[in-house]
């Protein structure tokens, strides 16, 4: 299968008429410091202290969290991490998961320079809030992993 990779505005799009989640992959305090209106977060990567480390509960929460029918839209900082989310959902049996290029930043081009802006440039709806149940910590918590 391939994997549908969409724009910022088309990700808003999928989430307003067709019911998409969006479903942000990046580190919990990344989340935090802002994130699309309304996203859940299940990092891919935990930040600690040595640098970015692998969840292993990653699957398994989103297992909890959503049916392998949800219509998903994945996001991070600028595309990485969401692909290679979106392809483990993909793997472990979702059928309706888009990944949105560009992430929360956008992404940048080999000398560091802004290629293709993401979400937060393109003026879409953040929040700095979670909304109730969409934290990390209640989704891992509710999925028995906290």
């Given at each position: ?75 991070c900082k ?36 802004l290629a ?31």
């Open positions: 299968m391939t994997l549908r990779r969409v724009s910022p505005e088309e990700a808003l799009d999928l989430m307003e008429k067709e019911g998409y989640v969006y479903l942000d992959v990046r580190s919990i305090p990344e989340f935090d410091q802002g994130h699309p209106t309304g996203a859940y977060n299940v990092p891919l990567l935990h930040m600690t202290p040595g640098g970015m480390d692998s969840n292993p509960d990653f699957l398994d929460v989103v297992k909890k969290t959503f049916p392998p029918d949800q219509k998903i839209v994945v996001g600028a595309g990485g991490r969401s692909l290679r989310a979106a392809q483990q959902l993909e793997q472990a049996g979702y059928t309706q998961v888009v990944d949105q290029r560009a992430g929360f930043v956008g992404a940048a081009d080999q000398f560091g320079r293709e802006p993401g979400w937060q440039p393109k003026n879409l709806p953040t929040s700095t809030a979670p909304e109730i149940g969409h934290s990390y910590e209640e989704l891992a918590k509710k999925a028995g992993k906290a």
